[in-house]
């Protein structure tokens, strides 16, 4: 039986970074880091962490004792299976493009556990850092700490980059099981929800009305909501809609 988790597992190692080295100090240079979030880069040609900051504030662990195997690995129990997957299948698109891989990210929101034990609300947005001969050779994570975030059972992400309705519907797809939302999906249900019509909707987004039906009637079945008030109402009740 197939283990969620374990291709992106595969691409990945326990080592952390080598802070003093030359390419970490000049990374340490170069990116920016807010005060509440934490930053991670992890190359996939020297199998290992090439630069992490400020993970002890966000989850606990030293700069130099971090590694990606443990920030994957510490998710919160509940959104694990969820978060595993989604690393898994968004790796695989990402893989199985060549040109603009720099432009490609992903977001979720979800608890992490920290080095106490206790859980932290993050927005994880992992996106490719560099690229040689069309394969991507690093990736760039952010963690940032969300206490205004209320995560209820059901699952938000977000994809981004030049194919994102094509990168966004194929998680839709193979994540169609959990109760997961994506961006997209959130904002044509949000407008639904203050009173426009599925034409509207569209117009607001300059598409068609058939491709605001394909973001919303699927959410019936994979909700399990008999109605458009149905459906609002768990939207509200479970967090999606503030």
Not at 106 to 128: A, D
Request: charged content about 25%.
């Amino acid at each position: 039986m197939e283990q969620f988790g374990e291709y992106s597992k595969s691409l990945i190692t326990d080592v952390p970074a080598d802070l003093n080295a030359p390419a970490a100090q000049h990374l340490k240079k170069t990116i920016p880091c807010f005060p509440d979030e934490a930053v991670y880069i992890y190359s996939f040609k020297e199998n290992r962490m090439i630069y992490a900051y400020n993970w002890e504030k966000i989850l606990g662990y030293r700069d130099d004792e971090i590694n990606m195997l443990t920030i994957v690995s510490c998710t919160a129990p509940e959104y694990a299976p969820f978060s595993y997957e989604l690393n898994d299948k968004a790796l695989m698109f990402i893989q199985g493009k060549t040109e603009r891989l720099e432009e490609y990210s992903f977001t979720i929101e979800l608890k992490k556990i920290h080095k106490n034990g206790s859980q932290v609300p993050l927005i994880m947005k992992v996106g490719i850092f560099s690229s040689e001969n069309g394969k991507m050779t690093a990736i760039i994570g952010r963690a940032q700490i969300s206490y205004s975030i209320t995560l209820g059972k059901v699952m938000r992400y977000a994809a981004y980059g030049p194919d994102k309705g094509e990168f966004e519907e194929e998680l839709n797809k193979q994540l169609f099981r959990y109760y997961a939302i994506s961006a997209k999906e959130k904002e044509a249900l949000a407008l639904i929800a203050s009173g426009y019509s599925f034409k509207e909707v569209a117009n607001h987004f300059k598409v068609s009305q058939s491709a605001i039906e394909k973001r919303i009637l699927p959410l019936y079945k994979r909700f399990d909501v008999k109605s458009l008030t149905h459906l609002i109402s768990f939207a509200y009740n479970n967090h999606i809609l503030p």
